[in-house]
């Protein structure tokens, strides 16, 4: 059976995922949904798929075994809460939100129904990223550092803080996720942020754009991680970094550097990205829409939820200037 998935978002990460689900056997793209009927018909062309402007007319018009989300932040919830009604499962590009009470009351409504979702933070899919995950589980983290590092986007949305959220949690979202993944829960946040300078070169523009972010883990260990979107364009980059008693573990999205103490194979040497995430990401999505078996999936809503909490708890500290506590991974910011 071929299965019928629907697109939501015209964007550059939707013709991502679309091109990707093309090449895949027994997989169709089947319909897009765009905030125009000229832009969703545009890319709909390109898959032989039908094109809408109204999330009800797609799925009233086909039937959908499955949805992507590829929408900005602030765009987030009527479409995740018309999916669950209608028990499509659905795949959602991050941040699950600008904030964190859509996200909560999403997760709600999806562990209710134990409806199949899926969450785009792709870098738990490479295989760097999983030696990383393996040799930070067999040793004690000292602490870690992290970084996003660039220039601001064109689109509006981003640069307006109820758009985006902000740059912490609309791009350094997967630095804080990979923490996460390899290092474990985070127990407190206190972040400081700033307008340097893009405020004054462009207008409308009322996110921070330089932070800095200090993360205490539940195992003891402490992160700082900082970003900034101020840079010329091509300057800058991402990274995480695990500081061991073995040395450092050195990773960016292009590889993980392992020190020549390390107690593994590839001591001192560099382990590539490996297979491309995004193909991995929906091959597990898609393997668990046929056979039921989530395993493959890495990261689901209730996960993502934690990092969108440690996000967002990161921008109210900048707001009152004081540390935010996060006693368990079932607490949330308001």
């Not at 056997?25 to 039908?50: F, P, Q």
């Not at 390390?262 to 929906?282: I, K, Q």
Request: aromatic share 6%; proline share 4%.
């Amino acid at each position: 059976m071929t299965l019928q998935i629907g697109i939501i978002g015209t964007g550059w990460f939707s013709k991502v995922h679309a091109d990707i689900l093309r090449r895949m056997e027994g997989v169709r793209v089947a319909s897009v949904c765009g905030t125009t009927l000229e832009k969703a018909e545009a890319m709909a062309s390109v898959y032989d798929a039908t094109g809408y402007d109204k999330l009800e007319h797609m799925l009233d018009g086909v039937r959908l075994d499955a949805i992507y989300i590829c929408v900005p932040p602030m765009s987030h919830g009527p479409i995740e809460e018309e999916l669950i009604k209608r028990r499509i499962p659905f795949f959602v590009e991050k941040p699950l939100s600008n904030g964190m009470d859509t996200p909560l009351r999403i997760m709600e409504q999806v562990q209710q129904s134990s409806l199949l979702t899926s969450v785009g933070y792709h870098f738990r899919y490479q295989d760097a990223a999983q030696v990383m995950k393996q040799a930070m589980q067999e040793q004690k983290v000292g602490m870690a550092l992290g970084r996003w590092m660039g220039g601001m986007p064109g689109v509006s949305w981003w640069r307006r803080q109820e758009g985006s959220g902000g740059q912490f949690v609309e791009q350094t979202t997967h630095i804080v996720d990979l923490l996460r993944f390899c290092a474990g829960e985070v127990t407190e946040v206190y972040a400081m942020a700033a307008q340097r300078s893009m405020h004054e070169k462009h207008e409308h523009v009322t996110v921070a754009d330089v932070a800095s972010v200090t993360l205490k883990l539940e195992s003891g260990a402490i992160a700082s991680i900082a970003n900034t979107c101020l840079l010329p364009d091509g300057e800058g980059g991402a990274g995480l970094q695990f500081y061991t008693d073995t040395g450092v573990w050195d990773w960016t999205p292009e590889r993980l550097l392992l020190p020549s103490a390390a107690s593994h194979a590839m001591a001192g040497l560099e382990v590539p990205a490996g297979h491309d995430p995004y193909v991995r990401e929906n091959e597990a999505f898609i393997h668990a829409l046929r056979t039921g078996d989530r395993s493959l999936i890495l990261s689901d809503y209730a996960d993502a939820c934690r990092t969108q909490e440690i996000t967002t708890a990161a921008q109210a500290s900048v707001e009152s200037g004081l540390p935010v506590q996060l006693k368990s991974s079932s607490r949330h910011v308001r």
